[in-house]
């Protein structure tokens, strides 16, 4: 006998997982070394700090306010995804689903700053700082940061759907299975 259905207590646990990812991710692109590197491998910057490979010299990013701005919005949108990382065992732990959406719209504004974030860093980074004719890669460490903002953006939106489906999460129907056999 094959039985597929959904099980919603189950699986309503995933989204915190999830949100747990996304904040390791933030954390692996605050504190990552490979924002930026250039194809020669001579250069490479962080969200911090830019570093001359031959030279052994760092200078700090932080004298630009692009780069002020880049970090207040990133550290702002880990400081929300944290918020919901916890407000997410609280709504989906006790019978208030109202808290859910709430949740799902935090997320939205915590991607939005994250997106503003990603996408001023680049453009004043090979604006202002990229003074050489090298090509500029985006690294590992940038790559994580888009990585955390679209699982906050997925996040966000399966915590908004979520309430539509209240009874299936405490429990109160029974288990739909797509097939079953007679």
């Known amino acids: 006998m094959f039985r597929c259905g959904i099980a919603y207590p189950r699986c309503k646990w995933i989204l915190p997982l999830l949100l747990l990812c996304a904040i390791i991710f933030d954390i692996i692109a605050l504190a990552g070394k490979g ?4 194809e020669s491998g001579r250069e490479y910057a962080s969200l911090w700090e830019r570093c001359h490979v031959n030279s052994n010299t760092c200078t700090s990013l932080m004298d630009y306010a692009w780069a002020k701005a880049t ?13 919901c990382f916890i407000l997410s065992f609280v709504g989906l732990c006790s019978p208030r689903i ?4 709430v949740i799902g ?5 915590a991607v939005v700053l994250q997106v503003c974030a990603l996408i001023i860093y680049p453009v004043r980074y090979t604006s ?3 003074l050489n004719l090298e090509n500029y890669l985006f690294s590992w460490s940038y790559g994580f940061g888009w990585g955390s903002t679209i699982l906050m953006f997925g996040c966000g939106f399966f ?11 405490l429990g109160n129907v029974k288990t739909k ?6």
């Open 35 to 38: 924002w930026v590197e250039t």
């Open 71 to 83: 970090a207040a919005l990133l550290i702002i949108g880990i400081l929300i995804l944290i918020l």
């Open 98 to 101: 109202s808290l859910l959406r």
């Open 105 to 109: 719209l935090l997320l939205f504004v």
């Open 128 to 130: 202002d700082v990229a």
């Open 159 to 169: 915590f908004c759907c979520l309430p539509n489906y209240e009874d299936e999460l």
């Open 177 to 182: 299975y797509f097939y079953t056999s007679s």
